[in-house]
């Protein structure tokens, strides 16, 4: 199993330009979850998908949108990206969505917006 | 809204020190996670605490939860070049879970 997948793993953009990163899992998982890691702040949650078909806010969505695609897929789109959102993203996943549930990352995009 | 905090932000160790770092909510937790990232990798789940004053070892890994539920540690015993890292606690918010900044441990060898 290769569990969390990201694409791509670097991505360099200008300021107003859109792109959509991508995430997958192989472990059968109901919940997704798209965070973002900046320096000293730890990782905070963009938004989630607590199943198939359903997302909704995490703590900074604003200038983000998402896709549940399918139940293995969930993407995030940037639609007119700025500096301020020069960061590190992080996708993971867990069972059930229930507190207590391990969540298991993938290996990031690392995005940096000129 | 609540808050999760970690202390020391940064801490370095000589190989075969201690270690300590804390983490402090501004609110009763009903359970606590703790990640290990690695310098350029991803968050690894390492362990939850969920009864108060539950402490779990895993090797030279020791981790507590405070009594009021409110604050959680994890201690390394004889540190090695291998744990060095950030290391995140992270308590429930809503349906979600809200990370701490993490610290970063450095290990001289």
């Known amino acids: 199993n290769a569990g969390v997948t990201q694409t791509p793993k670097f991505q360099v953009l200008k300021t107003g330009q859109s792109m959509t990163l991508q995430c997958a899992q192989d472990m059968n998982h109901n919940s997704m979850y798209w965070y973002r890691q900046d320096p000293g702040m730890g990782l905070r949650l963009i938004y989630y998908s607590a199943s198939e078909g359903t997302t909704d806010k995490g703590e900074v969505p604003n200038g983000y949108n998402v896709s549940r695609l399918n139940k293995r897929e969930f993407s995030l789109r940037l639609e007119s990206a700025a500096p301020s959102q020069t960061s590190v993203y992080f996708c993971?996943?867990?069972?059930?969505?229930?507190?207590?549930?391990?969540?298991?990352f993938g290996p990031g995009t690392r995005l940096t917006v000129l | 809204g609540q808050q999760v905090m970690q202390i020391p932000q940064y801490q370095h160790v000589q190989e075969g020190e201690d270690f300590t770092t804390y983490c402090n909510s501004s609110t009763t937790l009903s359970n606590i996670q703790w990640y290990k990232q690695r310098p350029g990798g991803h968050p690894v789940f390492l362990i939850q605490l969920v009864k108060s004053g539950e402490v779990k070892k895993q090797k030279r890994l020791t981790f507590q939860f405070g009594e009021a539920k409110k604050n959680s540690s994890l201690h390394i015993t004889a540190t090695q070049t291998t744990d060095v890292g950030t290391y995140f606690c992270?308590?429930?918010?809503?349906?979600?879970?809200?990370f701490g900044p993490g610290t970063r441990l450095s290990v001289l060898p």
């Open positions: 993971a996943s867990s069972e059930t969505g229930f507190l207590g549930d391990t969540q298991y």
């Open positions: 992270a308590g429930p918010r809503g349906q979600n879970f809200v």
